[in-house]
């Protein structure tokens, strides 16, 4: 990264270039004005819940069957304002809500790397704690005995 494009009093970097795989990009860029938007670290927070919710559910959040140009053209990612979760498999509220706080559609809002490196579903004694205390530990909650499939979770 050369000084000319990264600020380093708020973090914050111009974007070079429109490369990227949409479906893990961030509304903030596809935001089209006469500069290009400035991003950060928040970028790949959004990546991460993208791809989390892929692997818990073998699909995409947003735009799962769009091409990179439906993408585009329908502003698919500019409408993300919220992610639904499909009732299988069941997955544990605290998995949903880590998934939440990666895909906040507001950049200013959304957690940054540093947020999400401590964050307490990513942290093993936190999360054993929360289980022992009659919380779920495992991202995917085992489907016997659990009646909770709800979407709205």
């Known amino acids: 990264m050369?000084?000319?494009?990264?600020?380093?009093?708020?973090?914050?970097?111009?974007?070079?270039?429109?490369?990227?795989?949409?479906?893990?990009?961030?509304?903030?860029?596809?935001?089209?004005?006469?500069?290009?938007?400035?991003?950060?670290?928040?970028?790949?927070?959004?990546?991460?819940?993208?791809?989390?919710?892929?692997?818990?559910?073998?699909?995409?959040?947003?735009?799962?069957?769009?091409?990179?140009?439906?993408i585009l053209q329908e502003n698919t990612i500019l409408k993300a304002t919220d992610v639904q979760f499909p009732p299988k498999p069941v997955v544990t509220p605290e998995a949903k809500a880590f998934i939440r706080r990666c895909l906040v559609y507001r950049k200013e809002d959304r957690i940054d790397v540093h947020q999400l490196a401590s964050d307490p579903f990513l942290m093993p004694h936190i999360r054993k704690s929360v289980a022992s205390s009659g919380g779920a530990a495992m991202a995917v909650a085992s489907t016997s005995g659990s009646s909770n499939n709800s979407s709205s979770n």
């Not at 795989?21 to 400035?38: A, N, S």
């Not at 791809?51 to 073998?58: K, R, S």
């Open 2 to 70: 050369d000084d000319d494009s990264y600020n380093s009093v708020d973090g914050m970097e111009l974007t070079s270039q429109g490369a990227g795989t949409y479906w893990y990009l961030p509304p903030e860029c596809f935001v089209v004005g006469k500069e290009p938007p400035k991003i950060s670290n928040k970028v790949d927070v959004w990546s991460v819940g993208v791809i989390f919710y892929q692997c818990l559910y073998g699909r995409k959040p947003f735009g799962h069957n769009q091409s990179q140009q439906d």
